[in-house]
């Protein structure tokens, strides 16, 4: 597996325990809106029932102009995860391999788009977004629902950007999980088969969204959901 090597240019805290590392674009690293990648700790120790590398969704879009991963570091955690915590610092070597995935929108083949992320599932959605920004197809409606249980959503000024720039983009910010699932289900009763579905979250929410889409009546060829694949 090729690895490229780069480093930390800066470290962002997101909510109180979700932090963005971003770094430098390798020379001839070339990726797309929401793909994922394995990233490598580079001059750090990990103990030794852990592992060096993690594979995350790259959270950054190429027009961008950096690489940047996201993730919630909770107590108890890895010691990969401490190092990210602690340890690293802006600077510092970091390695990413070749990215993989095809999570994209497809806003061609259908009149709107629904994107449903819980928690640090909106990754994929903010590099999807950011690459949207620079050729959005107008009148095409994309409407985010973005749940996180506690209240805290990573990327606060970007959703400011993103709204200015996209006029037929509706965004909401939820924590009551009941209201979630009532706006998904309201979307899928008057879109249908008319709208494309996002669904990035966890395996079993992914899972969960899918059935509960289907359910409803919407194809299966109508719903992606953000899994990693090839590591």
């Known amino acids: 597996m090729k690895f490229y090597e780069t480093k930390i240019r800066e470290i962002r805290k997101e909510t109180s325990d979700t932090y963005s590392f971003i770094m430098d674009v390798p020379e001839g690293f070339v990726w797309k809106a929401g793909?994922?990648?394995?990233?490598?700790?580079?001059?750090?120790?990990?103990?030794?029932?852990?592992?060096?590398?993690?594979?995350?969704?790259?959270?950054?879009?190429?027009?961008?102009?950096?690489?940047?991963?996201?993730?919630?570091?909770?107590?108890?955690?890895?010691?990969?995860?401490?190092?990210?915590?602690?340890?690293?610092?802006?600077?510092?070597?970091?390695?990413?391999?070749t990215p993989l995935g095809n999570f994209a929108f497809e806003v061609e083949s259908y009149d709107s788009t629904l994107v449903i992320?819980?928690?640090?599932?909106?990754?994929?959605?903010?590099?999807?977004?950011?690459?949207?920004?620079?050729?959005?197809k107008a009148g095409h409606k994309i409407q985010v629902l973005y749940s996180d249980d506690r209240g805290e959503f990573a990327y606060e000024p970007f959703w400011k950007d993103v709204q200015a720039a996209l006029p037929d983009l509706e965004l909401h910010l939820l924590k009551d999980r009941d209201r979630?699932?009532?706006?998904?289900?309201?979307?899928?009763?008057?879109?249908?088969?008319?709208?494309?579905?996002?669904?990035?979250?966890?395996?079993?929410?992914?899972?969960?969204?899918?059935?509960?889409?289907?359910?409803?009546?919407?194809?299966?060829?109508?719903?992606?959901?953000?899994?990693?694949?090839?590591?």
């Open 180 to 231: 979630f699932m009532d706006m998904t289900d309201a979307f899928a009763k008057a879109n249908g088969n008319k709208a494309a579905y996002l669904v990035a979250g966890s395996p079993g929410m992914n899972t969960a969204f899918t059935e509960r889409l289907q359910g409803l009546g919407v194809a299966a060829d109508n719903i992606k959901t953000d899994v990693f694949v090839g590591y």
């Open 117 to 136: 992320a819980g928690g640090i599932g909106i990754t994929p959605i903010r590099s999807l977004l950011r690459d949207y920004m620079e050729h959005a």
């Open 35 to 97: 793909q994922h990648v394995l990233w490598k700790l580079k001059g750090y120790q990990v103990d030794a029932e852990d592992r060096d590398t993690r594979v995350f969704t790259i959270a950054s879009a190429p027009q961008d102009g950096f690489l940047m991963f996201t993730t919630r570091i909770a107590d108890p955690h890895t010691s990969f995860k401490e190092i990210l915590l602690h340890q690293i610092k802006p600077g510092d070597p970091f390695e990413v391999a």
